[in-house]
């Protein structure tokens, strides 16, 4: 099973993924035919009903060009507006699966949806070391082994 990953809607991944998400025509109100240009396919995206007024102003995405077209601010966060009918790719997207606290709760570093440890602690680095070669060794639910496998140095990952 794969961990849980809870999005912060920081916007973070979106910010420059205007060359990525293409707006091609407006098909109807709030209905538009887009291509995914990384993948070259194309979908056609509705905004969210409880979005539209969010992406009617256009002073933020004016002020962010090289942002995904459909990302606006919404209070503290920053969101997509067309979260029921992005790409595949954009929902399949976890910027972080795991964070890593130490014994006494300190976190120690992250890993992301890539699978790569960002962390400078060197005792954490070597204990994913191992973890890297178990995974290559038998890479079946290696999302799911990270954990243990961790644990097991007395890491805790959430
Ligand atoms: S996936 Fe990550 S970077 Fe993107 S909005 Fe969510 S928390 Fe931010
Ligand atoms: S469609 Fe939504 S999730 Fe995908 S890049 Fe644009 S704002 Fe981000």
Redesign the pocket.
Known sequence: MAMAFDCRQCGR??MH?GD??EIEREVGPFEFTCCSVSSGTTFT?RVDADKQDLFSDRTWIREHPAA?P??RPSGTRIV????HT??AQ?KA?RCVIARIYSPDGVEMGYITGTRALHSSDPALRAAWDEVERAIAACPEDAESRIAPLLARRGYRCE
């Open positions: 991944c979106c993924l990525y998400i995206a995904c459909f990302l997509c507006t067309i979260h992005s790409p954009c997207y």
